[in-house]
């Protein structure tokens, strides 16, 4: 590395590359492939070079934002922003991006009627695999890597829980299998699949064209996941932020430490205490059993 006035220089790329990994080290190997994939995103669009300016991660942000979401592109520049301090690379004159939450939200989530619909059309699907899929996503909000992560084995028919090992932290808890979805998750786990991220977004869109007749750009689990979050918050519901926080999985905000200490031993019994509450006035389990109710 070589000072040049104010400006440091790297002898080679390979040295930024070096320096990376060694400071990677430290964090867990998911927020290493998360930073890695940034900067392999980075290094891609504005070229593999010995120094980078301010003018590189302008180009950068420049040539993405059209294909990700606006809490992805933020998320993109703090990353690019924090590898710059790492490799001690200047970015005075870039302004850092803000984001409202709630434009994600809105911008990508499901109507009701929408998600009604994907259910009482479940029989379209066709295998018992994607079923499940749609049960879970409608019934427990699953994101998409935490139903890659259910194996057969976390579901438990006899004693009528799955266990989910969550995203981002969240809580890894058993969730309580309500009689209508009995025989959904029975022969889910008989024909369970071994399928990546990115197959699940292919059959996602499956999903959705069979169900909908439509595909929507961007649309994925969380659409499905924010509209059921949206449904159970209305007051007309009646369930309490707390219950709504343990059932959905969050580990953040006011509960965080709490979440901590449940979620280093589920339990089996937490199932029926949280989920036996939501589940009464879960309006997508009703629109469940009105599905099968038509088909048998």
């Given at each position: 590395?070589?000072?040049?006035?104010?400006?440091?220089?790297?002898?080679?790329?390979?040295?930024?590359?070096?320096?990376?990994?060694?400071?990677?080290?430290?964090?867990?190997?998911?927020?290493?492939?998360?930073?890695?994939?940034?900067?392999?995103?980075?290094?891609?669009?504005?070229?593999?070079?010995?120094?980078?300016?301010?003018?590189?991660?302008?180009?950068?942000?420049?040539?993405?934002?059209?294909?990700?979401?606006?809490?992805?592109?933020?998320?993109?520049?703090?990353?690019?922003?924090?590898?710059?301090?790492?490799?001690?690379?200047?970015?005075?004159?870039?302004?850092?991006?803000?984001?409202?939450?709630?434009?994600?939200?809105?911008?990508?989530?499901?109507?009701?009627?929408?998600?009604?619909?994907?259910?009482?059309?479940?029989t379209n699907l066709g295998h018992p695999y994607t079923v499940g899929v749609l049960f879970l996503s409608t019934i427990?909000?699953?994101?998409?890597?935490?139903?890659?992560?259910?194996?057969?084995?976390?579901?438990?028919?006899?004693?009528?829980?799955?266990?989910?090992?969550?995203?981002?932290?969240?809580?890894?808890?058993?969730?309580?299998?309500?009689?209508?979805?009995?025989?959904?998750?029975?022969?889910?786990?008989?024909?369970?699949?071994?399928?990546?991220?990115?197959?699940?977004?292919?059959?996602?869109?499956?999903?959705?064209?069979?169900?909908?007749?439509?595909?929507?750009?961007?649309?994925?689990?969380?659409?499905?996941?924010?509209?059921?979050?949206?449904?159970?918050?209305?007051?007309?519901?009646?369930?309490?932020?707390?219950?709504?926080?343990?059932?959905?999985?969050?580990?953040?905000?006011?509960?965080?430490?709490?979440?901590?200490?449940?979620?280093?031993?589920?339990?089996?019994?937490?199932?029926?205490?949280?989920?036996?509450?939501?589940?009464?006035?879960?309006?997508?389990?009703?629109?469940?059993?009105?599905?099968?109710?038509?088909?048998?």
């Amino acid at each position: 590395m070589l000072h040049i006035g104010d400006t440091i220089m790297y002898r080679s790329f390979e040295e930024i590359e070096q320096k990376l990994e060694t400071n990677l080290k430290q964090y867990t190997k998911a927020t290493q492939a998360s930073r890695r994939s940034i900067y392999k995103s980075f290094f891609n669009t504005v070229g593999r070079k010995n120094v980078y300016t301010d003018e590189d991660i302008i180009n950068y942000i420049e040539a993405i934002k059209d294909k990700v979401k606006p809490s992805t592109l933020a998320n993109a520049q703090r990353y690019i922003l924090r590898m710059y301090d790492i490799l001690g690379f200047k970015h005075d004159n870039v302004k850092k991006m803000k984001f409202s939450p709630y434009t994600d939200v809105t911008k990508r989530i499901f109507s009701k009627q929408e998600v009604d619909q994907m259910i009482l059309k479940h029989t379209n699907l066709g295998h018992p695999y994607t079923v499940g899929v749609l049960f879970l996503s409608t019934i427990y909000a699953m994101r998409r890597v935490e139903i890659v992560n259910l194996k057969a084995e976390h579901i438990d028919i006899d004693e009528k829980v799955i266990y989910i090992s969550t995203a981002k932290g969240g809580n890894k808890r058993y969730s309580l299998i309500p009689d209508v979805g009995i025989d959904i998750m029975r022969n889910m786990k008989n024909n369970m699949m071994n399928i990546n991220k990115t197959d699940m977004n292919t059959l996602f869109k499956v999903i959705m064209f069979k169900t909908l007749g439509y595909n929507r750009d961007g649309f994925g689990f969380h659409a499905i996941r924010r509209r059921v979050i949206v449904e159970l918050s209305k007051p007309e519901i009646g369930l309490d932020q707390l219950t709504i926080v343990r059932f959905i999985r969050w580990s953040s905000g006011i509960h965080s430490t709490l979440s901590k200490y449940l979620s280093a031993e589920p339990l089996k019994e937490e199932a029926n205490t949280i989920d036996k509450e939501v589940l009464k006035v879960h309006p997508f389990l009703k629109t469940w059993e009105k599905a099968l109710c038509s088909h048998t």
